[in-house]
Protein backbone atom coordinates (compact mmCIF):
# COMPACT_ATOMS: atom_id res chain seq x y z
CA UNK A 1 0.00 0.00 0.00
CA UNK A 2 1.29 3.55 -0.90
CA UNK A 3 2.05 5.79 2.23
CA UNK A 4 2.00 9.34 2.51
CA UNK A 5 4.09 11.44 4.85
CA UNK A 6 3.74 15.62 4.95
CA UNK A 7 7.20 17.34 6.14
CA UNK A 8 7.94 21.39 6.14
CA UNK A 9 7.78 23.94 8.34
CA UNK A 10 4.99 25.02 11.26
CA UNK A 11 4.83 28.31 11.35
CA UNK A 12 5.45 30.89 8.97
CA UNK A 13 4.97 34.42 9.31
CA UNK A 14 3.04 36.78 6.37
CA UNK A 15 4.39 37.20 2.75
CA UNK A 16 6.73 34.00 3.28
CA UNK A 17 6.75 31.47 0.90
CA UNK A 18 5.08 27.99 2.59
CA UNK A 19 6.99 24.70 0.95
CA UNK A 20 6.01 21.48 2.39
CA UNK A 21 7.20 18.05 0.65
CA UNK A 22 5.05 14.81 0.34
CA UNK A 23 7.34 12.17 0.77
CA UNK A 24 6.09 8.36 -0.80
CA UNK A 25 6.74 5.13 -0.18
CA UNK A 26 5.38 1.53 -1.22
CA UNK A 27 4.27 3.37 -4.94
CA UNK A 28 6.45 5.35 -7.76
CA UNK A 29 5.45 8.71 -8.38
CA UNK A 30 5.81 8.24 -11.88
CA UNK A 31 3.27 5.78 -12.38
CA UNK A 32 0.16 6.65 -14.33
CA UNK A 33 -2.40 5.34 -11.74
CA UNK A 34 -2.19 8.39 -9.70
CA UNK A 35 -2.59 12.20 -9.07
CA UNK A 36 -0.65 13.17 -6.73
CA UNK A 37 -2.72 16.17 -3.99
CA UNK A 38 -2.58 19.01 -1.78
CA UNK A 39 -4.89 19.83 0.24
CA UNK A 40 -5.78 21.82 3.26
CA UNK A 41 -8.45 22.39 5.93
CA UNK A 42 -8.58 25.57 7.68
CA UNK A 43 -9.68 25.76 10.86
CA UNK A 44 -13.55 25.45 11.52
CA UNK A 45 -13.82 24.71 7.61
CA UNK A 46 -14.27 21.93 5.27
CA UNK A 47 -11.48 20.39 2.78
CA UNK A 48 -10.29 22.69 0.31
CA UNK A 49 -8.20 21.23 -2.80
CA UNK A 50 -4.94 22.82 -3.64
CA UNK A 51 -3.70 21.90 -6.98
CA UNK A 52 -1.92 18.08 -7.88
CA UNK A 53 0.54 16.93 -10.19
CA UNK A 54 0.50 13.98 -12.88
CA UNK A 55 2.54 10.84 -13.50
CA UNK A 56 3.75 12.61 -16.84
CA UNK A 57 4.56 15.72 -14.28
CA UNK A 58 1.85 18.01 -15.71
CA UNK A 59 0.06 20.28 -12.46
CA UNK A 60 -3.36 21.65 -12.37
CA UNK A 61 -4.40 24.18 -9.55
CA UNK A 62 -7.27 25.75 -7.50
CA UNK A 63 -8.54 28.67 -9.97
CA UNK A 64 -8.62 30.49 -6.16
CA UNK A 65 -4.94 29.57 -5.61
CA UNK A 66 -3.32 29.24 -9.09
CA UNK A 67 -1.65 32.14 -9.07
CA UNK A 68 0.73 31.61 -5.42
CA UNK A 69 0.43 27.90 -6.43
CA UNK A 70 3.23 25.24 -7.58
CA UNK A 71 3.58 22.21 -7.22
CA UNK A 72 6.58 19.88 -7.86
CA UNK A 73 8.13 16.73 -7.83
CA UNK A 74 11.78 14.92 -7.56
CA UNK A 75 11.36 11.41 -8.98
CA UNK A 76 14.79 10.26 -7.69
CA UNK A 77 13.51 11.23 -4.05
CA UNK A 78 10.18 9.75 -4.92
CA UNK A 79 8.60 12.97 -3.62
CA UNK A 80 6.72 16.17 -5.03
CA UNK A 81 6.47 19.69 -3.05
CA UNK A 82 3.94 22.29 -2.46
CA UNK A 83 4.92 25.94 -3.05
CA UNK A 84 2.29 28.69 -1.60
CA UNK A 85 3.62 32.02 -1.88
CA UNK A 86 3.07 34.94 0.02
CA UNK A 87 0.56 33.54 2.92
CA UNK A 88 -1.28 35.18 5.12
CA UNK A 89 -3.42 34.19 7.88
CA UNK A 90 -6.12 32.74 6.14
CA UNK A 91 -3.43 29.84 5.03
CA UNK A 92 -3.59 28.81 7.83
CA UNK A 93 -4.79 24.86 8.07
CA UNK A 94 -4.21 21.50 8.13
CA UNK A 95 -2.30 20.25 4.92
CA UNK A 96 -2.52 16.65 3.51
CA UNK A 97 -1.42 15.11 0.81
CA UNK A 98 -2.88 12.47 -1.10
CA UNK A 99 -3.81 10.14 -3.72
CA UNK A 100 -5.99 10.72 -6.39
CA UNK A 101 -6.43 7.20 -7.92
CA UNK A 102 -6.86 8.00 -12.46
CA UNK A 103 -8.99 5.85 -13.31
CA UNK A 104 -11.45 5.23 -12.41
CA UNK A 105 -12.06 8.66 -11.84
CA UNK A 106 -13.14 10.34 -8.17
CA UNK A 107 -11.73 7.68 -6.11
CA UNK A 108 -9.44 9.12 -3.47
CA UNK A 109 -6.67 6.72 -2.26
CA UNK A 110 -4.27 6.85 0.79
CA UNK A 111 -4.03 10.21 2.56
CA UNK A 112 -0.76 11.52 4.68
CA UNK A 113 -1.58 11.97 8.25
CA UNK A 114 -1.68 15.82 7.74
CA UNK A 115 0.84 18.84 8.90
CA UNK A 116 -0.31 21.63 10.63
CA UNK A 117 0.62 25.28 9.20
CA UNK A 118 -0.19 28.54 11.39
CA UNK A 119 0.84 32.01 9.41
CA UNK A 120 1.14 34.87 12.13
CA UNK A 121 2.91 37.91 12.85
Known amino acids: QVQLQESGPGLLKPSQTLSLTCDVSGGSITTDWYYWNWIRRPPGKGLEWIGH???????YYSPSLKSRTSISRDTSKNQFTLHLSSVTPEDTAVYYCAILVVNPPGVWGSWGQGTQVTVSS
Open 53 to 59: IGYSGST
